[in-house]
């Protein structure tokens, strides 16, 4: 049966807003290790996305090798085809045009070996990019598979905490007036998991607003239940 003075009944929220601020607290941080983990997979998959813009990068710059490559080869083999029909032109005419087409084509496989060559040092430089960032992400989805246990490890660790907090409170809540712990827990919702504060310094211990005296002297006297006219919080004085 709850007590029946306004005295036992303060203390005893007194000792409930204890085990209910802790509650509060350890529901608030469990209820935030879902966004932690999605923050958590988001920097890994933005990690992951360097490795893929590296490897695509890499696989740009094969390509273009190859299309060079064989833009080179063409070219090469057009060279060799004009070079073996060369002496068997009859005019100086057509000798001459088709000297001067063969020195074209060697213009451009000259310059299509110059770019070959860079590209061929963009696909080295791409590809140490691309065997460093393997290594970076290798490391780095070591660390967030061991973040991600702990912090399943902690969200489990949370939950037990809260619940042996709910049967803790078991214990006191028989011992209230129901009506005065359905104000309570009414409160506590709204108010953050603070209902009951003590004065401190003639204000109220929650939203620190100043007290009237009267309203001092009446919460000393403990003959009835006072409330902050700002929070709306039980107010007790502190012994």
Same mark, same amino acid.
């Given at each position: 049966?709850?007590?029946?003075?306004?005295?036992?009944?303060?203390?005893?929220?007194?000792?409930?807003?204890?085990?209910?601020?802790?509650?509060?607290?350890?529901?608030?941080?469990?209820?935030?290790?879902?966004?932690?983990?999605?923050?958590?997979?988001?920097?890994?998959? !933005?990690?992951? %996305?360097?490795?893929? $813009?590296? +490897?695509? *990068?890499? #696989?740009?710059?094969?390509?273009? /090798?190859?299309?060079? @490559?064989?833009?080179?080869?063409?070219?090469?083999?057009?060279?060799?085809?004009?070079?073996?029909?060369?002496?068997?032109? !009859?005019?100086? %005419?057509?000798?001459? $045009?088709? +000297?001067? *087409?063969? #020195?074209?084509?060697?213009?451009? /496989?000259?310059?299509? @070996?110059?770019?070959?060559?860079?590209?061929?040092?963009?696909?080295?430089?791409?590809?140490?990019?691309?065997?460093?960032? !393997?290594?970076?992400?290798?490391?780095?989805?070591?660390?967030?598979?061991?973040?991600?246990?702990?912090?399943?490890?902690?969200?489990? @660790?949370?939950?037990?905490?809260?619940?042996?907090?709910?049967?803790?409170?078991?214990?006191?809540?028989?011992?209230?007036?129901?009506?005065?712990?359905?104000?309570?827990?009414?409160?506590?919702?709204?108010?953050?998991?603070?209902?009951?504060?003590?004065?401190?310094?003639?204000?109220?211990?929650?939203?620190?607003?100043?007290?009237?005296?009267?309203?001092?002297?009446?919460?000393?006297?403990?003959?009835?239940?006072?409330?902050?006219?700002?929070?709306?919080?039980?107010?007790?004085?502190?012994?």
């Amino acid at each position: 049966m709850p007590t029946t003075t306004l005295t036992e009944q303060i203390k005893i929220l007194v000792e409930l807003q204890k085990i209910d601020g802790e509650a509060y607290r350890l529901k608030k941080e469990r209820d935030a290790q879902p966004s932690l983990q999605k923050e958590l997979e988001g920097g890994f998959e !933005k990690k992951k %996305k360097g490795l893929k $813009a590296a +490897e695509e *990068e890499l #696989k740009t710059a094969q390509l273009r /090798q190859k299309e060079r @490559e064989i833009e080179l080869q063409t070219k090469e083999d057009k060279t060799k085809k004009l070079q073996g029909q060369l002496y068997q032109l !009859k005019s100086n %005419k057509e000798y001459s $045009a088709m +000297e001067f *087409e063969i #020195k074209g084509l060697k213009a451009d /496989q000259s310059v299509l @070996e110059e770019e070959i060559l860079k590209i061929l040092d963009t696909v080295e430089e791409v590809r140490g990019r691309v065997a460093r960032e !393997k290594e970076s992400l290798a490391q780095e989805e070591k660390k967030f598979k061991t973040e991600l246990d702990e912090l399943t490890k902690k969200t489990q @660790e949370l939950t037990a905490e809260i619940a042996a907090s709910d049967e803790k409170r078991k214990s006191y809540t028989p011992n209230i007036d129901p009506k005065l712990l359905s104000q309570y827990e009414k409160i506590l919702k709204g108010r953050e998991g603070i209902a009951i504060v003590p004065v401190m310094g003639n204000a109220c211990g929650g939203c620190h607003l100043g007290l009237p005296p009267q309203t001092v002297h009446e919460i000393r006297l403990q003959e009835k239940l006072m409330v902050c006219e700002s929070c709306a919080r039980i107010l007790y004085w502190p012994l």
